[in-house]
């Protein structure tokens, strides 16, 4: 079975611009998730997907939005770039949601704002 | 709000000697716990998990964790560590105020380091 993919790998954006992250779960995962990892900040919450529908938001601004197809891939875009949103961007799939499943993480795409 | 604590930055050690990573989470209600290992470039790979029943888990790489409700703690322990073992770890938790959902909070994270 193939694991969770994220594309593109590494992304180099200016301030200002926008910028979209991909992500493809494991066949059958219904729920993706994603996080945001930085040196100074670690790992965030940003948002969840389960079947289509926003199922969780962190705290993050509304310039950080996502979706999720009916195929369960998932995209999220982040707009008017600053420079403290570079980070490893992580995402993870899920079969289930509620906690208790396992997830699965890909990755990450590396994203550097100058 | 629901916070997990990693006292330990860095943890360096000698190969084949025991270690343990703490781990303390705040919350005062049933929550689900995990430990993540994190390679370099890589992303996070569930190491074990607590859902319920008994407090100690295990994984299949020599890693265990106990469960700890009265002292809120979940720590993890290895008997014998190897130069692979060279990694950072973080401990999270299942949001128990977030509904129905995956969120997990992460603890800041501990680099075990390994050395021959």
């Known amino acids: 079975k193939a694991g969770v993919t994220q594309t593109p790998r590494y992304l180099i954006k200016t301030r200002g611009q926008q910028v979209t992250l991909s992500c493809s779960p494991i066949s059958g995962h219904r729920s993706v998730s994603w996080y945001q990892q930085t040196p100074g900040q670690g790992l965030q919450f940003l948002f969840e997907y389960f079947s289509e529908t926003q199922r969780n938001k962190g705290n993050f601004p509304g310039r950080f939005s996502g979706r999720q197809f009916s195929n369960s891939r998932s995209e999220m875009n982040v707009s008017t770039l600053e420079l403290g949103d570079s980070a490893l961007y992580l995402c993870?799939?899920?079969w289930g949601t509620g906690g208790s499943y396992e997830q699965y993480f890909g990755p990450g795409t590396r994203l550097t704002v100058t | 709000a629901q916070s997990v604590t990693q006292l330990d930055s860095q943890v360096p050690v000698f190969e084949e000697a025991p270690v343990e990573l703490r781990c303390n989470y705040s919350?005062?209600?049933?929550?689900?716990l995990f430990w993540y290992v994190q390679y370099p470039n890589q992303g996070l790979q569930l190491l074990l998990k607590?859902?319920?029943?008994?407090?100690l888990v295990e994984s299949i790489n020599g890693f265990e964790a106990e469960f700890n409700k009265s002292q809120t703690s979940f720590h993890l322990r290895k008997p014998s560590v190897h130069i692979s073992d060279t990694a950072e770890y973080f401990c999270?938790?299942?949001?128990?105020?977030?509904?129905?959902?995956?969120?997990?909070?992460f603890g800041t994270g501990t680099l075990l380091a390994v050395q021959p």
């Open positions: 993870a799939s899920s």
């Open positions: 919350s005062s209600v049933s929550v689900y």
């Open positions: 607590y859902l319920s029943g008994s407090t």
């Open positions: 999270a938790v299942s949001d128990p105020y977030g509904g129905a959902t995956n969120k997990l909070i």
